[in-house]
C-alpha cells in the first residue's frame, strides 16, 4: 500500500529516529561571516516532540539507556527537524516534519532554541501539502532578528544548509546552489537543487546564499547523491495567509493485486487555527482521500475482483485448497494474469511455546504480517479470547520485536494494554477482534485484526506510523478480511470450548451443529450435509482432531462462505482420518485438469467408485454418495464425496464394512 506524496517518503525513515542519535551540538561554517553567526542561531530552532512519560512496553530486560550518548539520554524531547523564523511571530518549517505528529503518540510539537527554551506552536496561518511548507506563530515567540531573504539567487554560487542535523543541534554545512528542477507534476515551480550536506532533522531548516540571506527551505534530501531539495523562499512568501492547500495527486496500492490508482487531491482549508484544530482537520481531510481513493481502486477493478471474476475459477475449483490444513492465514492474491491464488507467506517462522502452543508468523510481499497462534493447553479459550494483552504476549513469546538502543537490541515482551478495541465483521460475517497498540518510542502503531479460531487464533496485521498511515493500515486490513483463506481446526476439547463463546463465532455457525459425547457418538449437520460416526469408525475422545475447510458457493447470485471439507482424524494418528467433502462443478472455461477429476467423481470412475486403493503403508476408500436429481443431461452444481483412510495394508470387506459406517447416516439436503 502506498499513499503519501512521493517526496515525503525519504523523511518517513528518519522522522522519528529517537534511539541512536549521536554527536554534540556545534555551529560550523564554511566562508560565510562569522557577524552572521550569533543572527543565524537566533533564527533557526530545532522543531521537538516531548518524550512519552512512561513506556506501556515491557522488555525482556532493562534497557541499556547508558549506551546512548548523554545528550539524547537526558533530553526530554525528540528532535525531529527545524525551524526558522520568517516575520514578526511568523515560523517556517516543512510540512511533513509537523504531518508525522498529527494523530501520533507524543505530544504536540513545539521549538526550542540554542539555549534549550520550549515555544509553544500557537496558530497555523499557511500550509501547502504539495510545495511542503507550514507557517505559523508561537504563543509567547522570542525576540529575533528577522532574515534577510534572496528570492533571486544566481547559481553556481556558495550556499549554507542549516538544520538539526541527525537531531543533535543546529549545524551549518556549505556547498554550491547547483541547479533548478521542475516540480514533478506539471512544472508548477522549480526546485532548488544543491550540494550542501542535509541529514535527518534538516528538514525544514534554511538555505543561505554567501551573504546569509535566506533563498529557500530544505525539504528534501536525494536517496542515491548529495544533490538535495529546496522550496524557494518566495514560494513561501507568495502564498495567501489565511489557506490551507491540499493540491496533490495521490497514489493508492494494495496487497491483493498489483494494481495502482492514483486521483488528483485538491482541498483548501480556512486557516488560522490552532495546532489542535489543524491536526483533527488534516487527519479528517487525509482519512476522506484515502477512503475515496480506496473506493475508486475497488470500483474500478470491481468486474475482477474475487469470487465473482472469472479469473476466480481456478482458486474456487482447486480441491487443493480444500483438502489440506490452512490454520495458518494465507492471502488470496490476483497475478498478473488475472487468476487468483494463495500467496506464499514470506520469512515463514514456528515458535514453540509451553504446552503444546506454538506461533506460526510471517508476511506477505507488501509486509502484511501473518500469525497462528495454536494456544496453550493451560489457557482456557474463553479467557483469551476476551483478553488481547495476553494474546499478544503469547505472540511477543515466539515473534520478535526489538527495540534498537544504540548497538544493542532488545527483545520486547509485552505491548500492555491497547488503546482500542472492537469487533468487525467482514463480508462473510467472520467477527474479527480489532485491536491497536501505541508504540511510543517509535511514534507507530500496531494494528491487528484477528479471528478467533478453535486452537487459538489467526490474525493479520500491520506496523505503521501513527496518524493518517494507521487509518490506512486499518482502512487495508478491513478489506484483506476479506481475503484471507483459513481453515478452522481443533481437538475435539478445544472445539467445544470454542462453541461456547457464541458472541466470537461467524455467523455461518449459528446453522451448524457440531455435537459428541466421547466415546459415543460425533455428529455433524448443516444446511448442507449431515453425517454421524461411532467409535466402531473412529475413536471420539478429547484429543480426536476436527478441522472444517471452507470455499465460496455462488448461491443464488450471492456469493457465501461455507464448509466444503470435514476432517476428523483421531487422536495421535495422522494416517487415519475420514472426510465428507463437496465438490463444485468446474466451470466451462477450465482445463481438463478440473474437468476430467469432475467427470471421473461424476460417473464413480476409480478411485471414486468404493474400491479400496493403497498408498505408503495404508489404505483408502472414496465414494460418491447419490448424485443430485437434475433433469436429463444436465450435470448437477455440485458433488459429495465420503472418503475413509486408515494404517496397514486392508481388505476391501474390511474397507468396505467402514465405509458402510459412515454412509449410514449421512444424508445431502442441498439440490
Known amino acids: 500500500m502506498s ?35 550569533s543572527k543565524i542561531q537566533s533564527e533557526t530552532f530545532e522543531v521537538v516532540v516531548p518524550k512519552p512519560d512512561t513506556d506501556p512496553l515491557s522488555y525482556e530486560k532493562p534497557l541499556p539507556l547508558d549506551l546512548l550518548p548523554y545528550q539524547f539520554r537526558n533530553d526530554r524531547f525528540y528532535s525531529i527537524g527545524t525551524a526558522f523564523a520568517l516575520g514578526a511571530n511568523r515560523y517556517v518549517t516543512a510540512a511533513h516534519v509537523i504531518n508525522g505528529t498529527m494523530g501520533g503518540v507524543l505530544g504536540e510539537p513545539a521549538l526550542r532554541d540554542a539555549s534549550g ?31 534577510k531573504l ?29 541547479s533548478n528542477t521542475p516540480e514533478e507534476e506539471a512544472g508548477r515551480w522549480t526546485w532548488l537543487r544543491f550540494s550542501a ?10 538555505l543561505l546564499d554567501k551573504n546569509g540571506s535566506v533563498m529557500g527551505i530544505v525539504v528534501m534530501k536525494s536517496p542515491n547523491e548529495n544533490l538535495n531539495y529546496a522550496l524557494p523562499i518566495d514560494e513561501i512568501m507568495k502564498a495567501p495567509e489565511g489557506d490551507a492547500v491540499f493540491d496533490n495527486r495521490e497514489i493508492y496500492t494494495i496487497d491483493i493485486f498489483d494494481t495502482t490508482r492514483w486521483l488528483d487531491f485538491r482541498k483548501t482549508l480556512t486557516l488560522p487555527m490552532s495546532y489542535a484544530e489543524f491536526s483533527s482537520r488534516y487527519l479528517q481531510v487525509m482519512n476522506a482521500q484515502a477512503d475515496r481513493l480506496l473506493d475508486d481502486l475497488l470500483e474500478n477493478q470491481r468486474t475482477t475482483l474475487f469470487p465473482q471474476s472469472i479469473g476466480s475459477n481456478y482458486f474456487l475449483n482447486n480441491s487443493d485448497n480444500y483438502n489440506y490444513e490452512h490454520s495458518y492465514p494465507l492471502l488470496v492474491v490476483r497475478g498478473t494474469d488475472g487468476t487468483w491464488n494463495l500467496a506464499p507467506s514470506n520469512n515463514y517462522r514456528k515458535g514453540l ?16 504480517l501473518l500469525f497462528h497462534l495454536r494456544k496453550p493447553d493451560r489457557v482456557p479459550s474463553g479467557q483469551l479470547y476476551e483478553n488481547p494483552k495476553q494474546y499478544m504476549d503469547l505472540l511477543l513469546q515466539a515473534w520478535t520485536l526489538n527495540r534498537n538502543v544504540g548497538d544493542q537490541a532488545d527483545r520486547i515482551t509485552s505491548l500492555g494494554l491497547p488503546e482500542k478495541n472492537y469487533i468487525l465483521q467482514d463480508g462473510y460475517d467472520r ?52 481475503y484471507i483463506y483459513v481453515s478452522y481446526g481443533g481437538t475435539l476439547e478445544q472445539w467445544r470450548e470454542y462453541l461456547k463463546n457464541n458472541n466470537i463465532l461467524p455467523a455461518l455457525f449459528s446453522s451448524l451443529n457440531i455435537d459428541f459425547d466421547y466415546d459415543k457418538n460425533f455428529s455433524y449437520k448443516s444446511d448442507r450435509v449431515l453425517f454421524s460416526y461411532t467409535p466402531e469408525l473412529q475413536e471420539i475422545t478429547p484429543d480426536s482432531y476436527l478441522r472444517m475447510s471452507f470455499s465460496f458457493f455462488n448461491q443464488d447470485g450471492k456469493w457465501l462462505w461455507d464448509v466444503a471439507n470435514v476432517t476428523a482424524k483421531p487422536p495421535r494418528d495422522d494416517t487415519q482420518l475420514i ?27 476409480p478411485p471414486n467408485d468404493g474400491k479400496v486403493f493403497y498408498g505408503s503403508n495404508y489404505s483408502m476408500i472414496d465414494f460418491i454418495p447419490g448424485v443430485p436429481t437434475k433433469p436429463e443431461g444436465v450435470a448437477p452444481p455440485f458433488l459429495y464425496s465420503v472418503f475413509y483412510r486408515t494404517k496397514g495394508m486392508r481388505q476391501q470387506d474390511e474397507m468396505s464394512a467402514k465405509l458402510d459406517l459412515l454412509l449410514k447416516n449421512l444424508q445431502i439436503y442441498e439440490h
Do not use: C
Open 3 to 37: 499513499f503519501a506524496p512521493w517526496r515525503f517518503r525519504y523523511f518517513l525513515v528518519y522522522l522519528w529516529i529517537g534511539i541512536g542519535l549521536y554527536g554534540v551540538r556545534n555551529v560550523h561554517a564554511v566562508e560565510l561571516d562569522s557577524s552572521k553567526l
Open 431 to 482: 467477527r474479527w477482534q480489532v485491536s491497536i497498540w501505541p508504540i511510543p518510542y517509535k511514534n507507530a502503531k500496531l494494528t491487528l485484526f484477528s479471528l478467533p479460531v478453535p486452537d487459538g487464533y489467526v490474525s493479520i496485521g500491520r506496523l505503521t506510523q501513527a496518524g493518517a498511515d494507521q487509518y490506512i493500515a486499518s482502512k487495508d486490513l478491513q478489506v484483506l478480511s476479506n
Open 353 to 368: 511455546l509451553p504446552d503444546n502452543g506454538y506461533v506460526e508468523y510471517g508476511s506477505t510481499m507488501f509486509d502484511l
Open 579 to 605: 472426510q465428507v467433502i463437496r465438490h463444485t462443478r468446474p466451470t466451462k472455461d477450465l482445463a481438463d485438469e478440473f474437468k476430467n477429476p469432475w467427470l471421473d467423481k461424476l460417473y464413480r470412475k
Open 117 to 147: 527554551q520550549i515555544y509553544v506552536l500557537d496558530k497555523i496561518y499557511k500550509y501547502s501539502l504539495q510545495k511542503d511548507f507550514v507557517v505559523f506563530s508561537l504563543k509567547q515567540p522570542p525576540h529575533t532578528v528577522l532574515p
Open 197 to 206: 550536506a542535509a541529514s535527518p532533522g534538516n528538514s525544514g531548516g534554511p
Open 150 to 178: 534572496n528570492t533571486t539567487p544566481v547559481l553556481n554560487q556558495p550556499v549554507f544548509a542549516v538544520g538539526n542535523a541527525l537531531g543533535t543541534g543546529i549545524v551549518i554545512r556549505d556547498g554550491l546552489y547547483t
